[in-house]
C-alpha cells in the first residue's frame, strides 16, 4: 500500500460511482493505492454506492470540508496521501506521478493545476487565470495544496496538525505549515477536471473574492475565523 486516496462527499449518488470506476484505470496497481470516501452525512445512496467500489466508507464527524479529510487521513494506512473531489477527472498517470515525486526524501507534498470539465468561454478563461496565478505563486514558493489535487506524506501532515477548520483557503493554510518542513513540488502535468458547478452556483466573481480575502489573509498571519461547515449540494 504506497498511497491513500481520500475523498470527501455529500449527496453524490449521481457521480460517485463513475467517479470511482475511473480509479481502474490508474497506471499505479490497484494493490498499491486504497480509496477511502469521507461522507458528510449523505440522505441519498452515495454510502451505499461507495461501498463497492471504494475500499473504506466512512462518516464524518469532524468540522469542514477539511475536517473531512483530516478522518479519512486518521484511517488512511498508506505513507503517502492524495486528495481529491468526487466531481473531478484525474489523470490515469496520477498516483504513478505522485509517487514518483515522493522518492526524493526531502519532498513533503505534491500539488498540480486544476481545469474545468465544462467547455463554456467563462469557466475556461476563469481557470485560465486562476492556473496562471497559482503557477506564479509556486514559483514564488507559495503553494496551495487544493483538496482537488494534491498529496503529503502522511507523518508530516499529522505533525502540522492537518487541515484546520477554516472557512476559506484552508489548503493556502496547510500549505504554508507543511513548507517548514520540507519541499513541496508543483508538477503541471497533475492536471485535473472538476465541475464548475460550485461556481456556477455562488457566482465566479463572488467566489474568487472570496478565496482571494481567505489566502491574503493566510498568508499576512491572520486567517479567517472558523465556522461551521455548511454542507450543500449542487
Known amino acids: 500500500m504506497r498511497v491513500s486516496v481520500i475523498v470527501p462527499t455529500y449527496e453524490e449518488a449521481a457521480r460517485i460511482d463513475g467517479f470511482l470506476r475511473q480509479f481502474a484505470d490508474q497506471t499505479l496497481p490497484r494493490d498499491a493505492f486504497e480509496l477511502?470516501?469521507?461522507?458528510?452525512?449523505?440522505s441519498d445512496r452515495t454510502r451505499e454506492i461507495a461501498a463497492g467500489l471504494a475500499d473504506q466508507v466512512i462518516?464524518?464527524?469532524s468540522r469542514g470540508i477539511g475536517g473531512a479529510r483530516n478522518d479519512g487521513v486518521a484511517v488512511a494506512r498508506a505513507p503517502i496521501v492524495a486528495t481529491t473531489d468526487a466531481d473531478c477527472i484525474v489523470p490515469p498517470d496520477w498516483?504513478?506521478?505522485?509517487?514518483g515525486h515522493f522518492g526524493a526524501p526531502d519532498v513533503v507534498a505534491v500539488c498540480g493545476p486544476d481545469g474545468p470539465l465544462e467547455r463554456g468561454w467563462k469557466p475556461r478563461l476563469v481557470f485560465f487565470v486562476v492556473r496562471s496565478l497559482i503557477r506564479l505563486a509556486a514559483l514564488a514558493g507559495i503553494f496551495g495544496t487544493g483538496g482537488t489535487n494534491s498529496a503529503f506524506r502522511k507523518a508530516t501532515f499529522l505533525e502540522v496538525g492537518g487541515y484546520r477548520p477554516l472557512p476559506h483557503s484552508d489548503d493556502v493554510d496547510l500549505g504554508v505549515r507543511l513548507a517548514t518542513k520540507g519541499k513541496i513540488v508543483y508538477d503541471p502535468a497533475l492536471y485535473v477536471r472538476l465541475s464548475v458547478r460550485r461556481l456556477?452556483?455562488?457566482g465566479?466573481?463572488?467566489t474568487l473574492l472570496l478565496w482571494l480575502r481567505g489566502d491574503l489573509k493566510v498568508l499576512t498571519?491572520?486567517?479567517l475565523e472558523?465556522?461551521?461547515y455548511a454542507r450543500q449540494k449542487y
Not at 477511502?36 to 449523505?42: E, L, M, N, P
Not at 498516483?95 to 509517487?99: A, F, S
Open 36 to 42: 477511502i470516501v469521507v461522507d458528510g452525512g449523505s
Open 59 to 61: 462518516v464524518q464527524t
Open 95 to 99: 498516483l504513478e506521478r505522485i509517487v
Open 200 to 202: 456556477e452556483k455562488q
Open 204 to 206: 465566479y466573481m463572488r
Open 221 to 223: 498571519g491572520r486567517p
Open 226 to 228: 472558523e465556522i461551521e
